[in-house]
């Protein structure tokens, strides 16, 4: 039978061909990362091919799907663990292959084209990493794929254009995620499969590198000395991977709520160091750290056989090349670090009070608005002053959450909605609390939100006063409103959810607020 097919198609020749490549002496351990990488890169199609039977690519389905499949599918739970670990693992044996391909002087000639190939890999498995976001359609998935279009949009000249492209109509919803997820499972895929048969074609073109210093003796055929470490080294790697994906849960947050203004979006650890980095280059600056120093370091990277052109491969005779990346990944991993320390412990999840008015507790939180009120800051372009305060005053009664709740340590504590006859007379100091924290908690901090953001037709203040700096008290006249912002629904209506969510009209009767009564009690 093996006569028989070989006879029609050559396979003992081709197993020959691969199997027994010349391995020059000396080749140690650190040479079998390569195979590590390809393992995980299997691991990730087969996972992913297995994960695409049970997924649905739609807002309404794809959350449900996903619990299906943890919940309901013969070892889900271990599939989509394998999956969502494995992207990690990716990660780092991408750069740990990378590092050592730097540490041996590997990307020298003639081999610049292998390296240039390596180069775009590790794009495109950063790109998977990021298309997947979306798809389990979660909190965390919603809000860290809007940041992600929000970075795109800082992209000078081209921003708006990235920006649709990535989102595909005027808010995230079905068309960013049907985009996302053909990007994930065709156009990531065809690219990963031809880079990687061409850096592997490369490899065997060129043979591998070998250790630094040549060590005396005869190469060596791949199968089965070298054959053996790799086989060695991948089934380590896998068993810790089945591991881990066995003892933890992949994360699943709640069901994606773009009116969940509280929920602060936080990425994977890959790329915690971006997020972190544009907090040191706020407002116009922020392209220096979404296009300017990434771009700079992925250039560098292309063009390091082109730069470091002479044929020492010893990493002592290399001292700014080893410095460099000693630099960068000094710098990714103290950004990675200030990143997770400023992460909030819980932050799917902040304490909410009971739903009674006037009694504190967690519990079950419902649909609350405030997306249409500060979380989209056009929203706050298209309602006045009085409406503002007075959607507030009503999440307030009806839900019992105060500024605290969402603001803790900002000051907010002292801001009774009760307490005061006209909801807007709230001191100037407690207002320049509040927008602060909504910078902080919402946009890292800058100043997005800023006093005019409400008070359109007044002297502009461009910047949120410092804290000494106090206004006078509020005009009880009502501020002109220039214009409602596309999307944004009328005051009403954002009323009328609120109702929806604490019952229904019947139970208005009972609320102390001066939105339902008219009066303060």
Same mark, same amino acid.
């Given at each position: 039978?093996?006569?028989?097919?070989?006879?029609?198609?050559?396979?003992?020749?081709?197993?020959?061909?691969?199997?027994?490549?010349?391995?020059?002496?000396?080749?140690?351990?650190?040479?079998?990362?390569?195979?590590?990488?390809?393992?995980?890169?299997?691991?990730?199609?087969?996972?992913?091919?297995?994960?695409?039977?049970?997924?649905?690519?739609?807002?309404?389905?794809?959350?449900?799907?996903?619990?299906?499949?943890?919940?309901?599918?013969?070892?889900?739970?271990?599939?989509?663990?394998?999956?969502?670990?494995?992207?990690?693992?990716?990660?780092?044996?991408?750069?740990?292959?990378?590092?050592?391909?730097?540490?041996?002087?590997?990307?020298?000639?003639?081999?610049?084209?292998?390296? =240039?190939?390596?180069?775009?890999?590790?794009?495109? =498995?950063?790109? *998977?990493?990021?298309?997947?976001?979306?798809?389990?359609?979660?909190?965390?998935?919603?809000?860290?794929?809007?940041?992600?279009?929000?970075?795109?949009?800082?992209?000078?000249?081209?921003?708006?254009?990235?920006?649709?492209?990535?989102?595909?109509?005027?808010?995230?919803?079905?068309?960013?995620?049907?985009?996302?997820?053909?990007?994930?499972?065709?156009?990531?895929?065809?690219?990963?499969?031809?880079?990687?048969?061409?850096?592997?074609?490369?490899?065997?073109?060129?043979?591998?590198?070998?250790?630094?210093?040549?060590?005396?003796?005869?190469?060596?055929?791949?199968?089965?000395?070298?054959?053996?470490?790799?086989?060695?080294?991948?089934?380590?790697?896998?068993?810790?991977?089945?591991?881990?994906?066995?003892?933890?849960?992949?994360?699943?947050?709640?069901?994606? @709520?773009?009116?969940?203004?509280?929920?602060?979006?936080?990425?994977?650890?890959?790329?915690?160091?971006?997020?972190?980095?544009?907090?040191?280059?706020?407002?116009?600056?922020?392209?220096?750290?979404?296009?300017?120093?990434?771009?700079?370091? =992925?250039?560098?990277?292309?063009?390091?056989? *082109?730069?470091?052109?002479?044929?020492?491969?010893?990493?002592?005779?290399?001292?700014?090349?080893?410095?460099?990346?000693?630099?960068?990944?000094?710098?990714?991993?103290?950004?990675?670090?200030?990143?997770?320390?400023?992460?909030?412990?819980?932050?799917?999840?902040?304490?909410?009070?009971?739903?009674?008015?006037?009694?504190?507790?967690?519990?079950?939180?419902?649909?609350?608005?405030?997306? @249409?009120?500060?979380?989209?800051?056009?929203?706050?372009?298209?309602?006045?002053?009085?409406?503002?305060?007075?959607?507030?005053?009503?999440?307030?009664?009806?839900?019992?959450?105060?500024?605290?709740?969402?603001?803790?340590?900002?000051?907010?504590?002292?801001?009774?909605?009760?307490?005061?006859?006209?909801?807007?007379?709230?001191?100037?100091?407690?207002?320049?609390?509040?927008?602060?924290?909504?910078?902080?908690?919402?946009?890292?901090?800058?100043?997005?939100?800023?006093?005019?953001?409400?008070?359109?037709?007044?002297?502009?203040?461009?910047?949120?006063?410092?804290?000494?700096?106090?206004?006078?008290?509020?005009?009880?006249?009502?501020?002109?409103?220039?214009?409602?912002? @596309?999307?944004?629904?009328?005051?009403?209506?954002?009323?009328?959810?609120?109702?929806?969510?604490?019952?229904?009209?019947?139970?208005?009767?009972?609320?102390?607020?001066?939105?339902?009564?008219?009066?303060?009690?």
């Amino acid at each position: 039978m093996r006569d028989w097919l070989d006879n029609r198609t050559g396979f003992r020749g081709l197993l020959k061909h691969l199997l027994d490549e010349p391995i020059p002496s000396g080749v140690g351990w650190w040479f079998v990362t390569g195979s590590i990488v390809l393992f995980l890169l299997a691991v990730q199609l087969v996972t992913g091919i297995a994960l695409a039977f049970f997924y649905s690519p739609s807002p309404d389905t794809a959350y449900d799907s996903v619990r299906f499949i943890v919940e309901r599918v013969t070892f889900g739970r271990l599939l989509r663990g394998l999956h969502f670990l494995g992207a990690s693992f990716i990660v780092i044996a991408a750069v740990v292959h990378m590092l050592r391909v730097v540490a041996s002087g590997s990307y020298k000639k003639p081999r610049e084209l292998n390296w =240039i190939v390596g180069v775009l890999l590790l794009l495109v =498995i950063l790109a *998977f990493a990021l298309t997947g976001y979306l798809l389990p359609w979660d909190q965390k998935a919603y809000w860290a794929t809007t940041v992600t279009i929000n970075i795109a949009r800082s992209v000078p000249l081209v921003g708006d254009f990235l920006s649709g492209l990535l989102r595909g109509g005027t808010d995230l919803g079905a068309l960013t995620l049907m985009r996302w997820y053909a990007v994930h499972v065709f156009l990531l895929p065809a690219c990963l499969v031809v880079f990687t048969i061409a850096h592997i074609y490369l490899m065997r073109r060129h043979g591998i590198s070998g250790p630094i210093k040549p060590v005396a003796g005869a190469p060596t055929p791949f199968y089965p000395y070298h054959a053996l470490k790799d086989t060695i080294a991948v089934s380590i790697v896998f068993a810790l991977l089945l591991a881990m994906a066995i003892v933890f849960n992949a994360p699943l947050d709640a069901v994606a @709520d773009p009116t969940d203004a509280a929920y602060v979006p936080r990425p994977e650890w890959y790329f915690m160091s971006l997020f972190e980095l544009l907090k040191y280059f706020p407002g116009r600056f922020e392209p220096v750290a979404t296009v300017i120093i990434p771009g700079l370091v =992925i250039m560098l990277l292309l063009l390091l056989p *082109f730069l470091d052109r002479r044929p020492d491969r010893d990493p002592a005779k290399r001292p700014l090349v080893v410095g460099g990346f000693c630099v960068v990944l000094v710098g990714i991993t103290l950004l990675t670090v200030l990143g997770y320390r400023s992460t909030p412990t819980a932050a799917s999840a902040p304490q909410q009070a009971a739903s009674q008015p006037g009694t504190s507790g967690s519990g079950q939180r419902g649909p609350v608005m405030v997306e @249409d009120v500060f979380k989209n800051v056009q929203a706050l372009k298209g309602i006045t002053v009085d409406e503002f305060m007075g959607t507030m005053g009503l999440m307030s009664a009806s839900l019992g959450l105060c500024c605290s709740d969402c603001h803790p340590g900002a000051g907010t504590e002292s801001v009774k909605w009760e307490d005061d006859s006209n909801p807007r007379k709230v001191t100037a100091r407690q207002m320049v609390r509040m927008v602060q924290a909504i910078n902080r908690d919402n946009f890292s901090g800058r100043q997005v939100v800023t006093c005019w953001t409400c008070h359109h037709l007044r002297d502009i203040p461009l910047q949120t006063p410092r804290l000494d700096q106090l206004y006078s008290e509020a005009s009880p006249e009502l501020d002109d409103v220039v214009s409602r912002a @596309d999307g944004v629904p009328p005051v009403n209506e954002i009323i009328d959810k609120y109702l929806q969510a604490i019952g229904g009209p019947d139970k208005v009767a009972g609320i102390k607020s001066v939105v339902a009564t008219g009066k303060v009690e």
